[in-house]
């Protein structure tokens, strides 16, 4: 495989067409190596639009779905990069991010944030996530093994942007609380088959939602579902 050929392609026929304009993203997409973040089993779809299984064992379908099901994946190209333009990350920024999967997301926003803290709660990942990170030379970014569905993150916070990589089913609020005055917080929220980006900014009069576009993704593990109707 031409890999340079192959990143040419995913910038271009599948980021650019999907409303990501800003040349500061595309620019960073050409350097950061993805396929670096990869699973070796599965380096050969590292710039395809698909879903990417980081974890599970056993036929390449069964571990797929093993690794959707546990929140174990890389989400698509074009969707970490549109996360990436809207969250529109300044150089003196302090970022969160919920979910480190391979370290991937964390790596493009600490080529854009001041520091950023990522929460991983599966060991493995967030030890793959850690390595990845330092072979990369990203210095700036923090791997912590915790649950961002209930980690208390007082003494780390405020953040100027919060990131979600994966899906929950409602705004997590105690998450919302820890945004700077102009903060942002982006998460895909929703269930299947209707889930939505959702952007919340702190403003002086409250919090302003927005939802600028579809997405789909696994769920990030322990945050609240409503309940379930039976009959």
Known sequence: MNVEQARFNMIEQQIRPWDVLDARVLELLAVVRREDFV???????????????????G??????????????????????????????IAKHERVLEIGAGSGF???????????????????DLARAARANLQRAGLLNVEVRMADGASAFLGDDGPFDAIVLSGSVAQLPEHL??????????????????VMRATLVRHTDNGHVITQPWDAGAPRLLNFPEPPRFHF
């Open 39 to 57: 699973p070796p089993a599965y380096r050969g779809l590292a710039f395809a639009d698909i879903e990417l299984p980081l974890g599970g064992s």
């Open 59 to 88: 036929a390449a379908a069964s571990a797929a779905a093993a690794s959707a099901a546990a929140g174990k994946v890389m989400l698509p190209p074009r969707v970490e990069a549109r996360m990436l333009q809207d969250l529109d």
């Open 105 to 123: 997301m964390a790596a493009l926003l600490g080529h854009r944030a001041q520091r950023v803290l990522t929460l991983e709660i599966d060991d």
């Open 176 to 193: 919302m609380s820890l945004l700077k005055p102009g903060g942002r917080l982006l998460a895909i929220v929703g269930e299947e088959p």
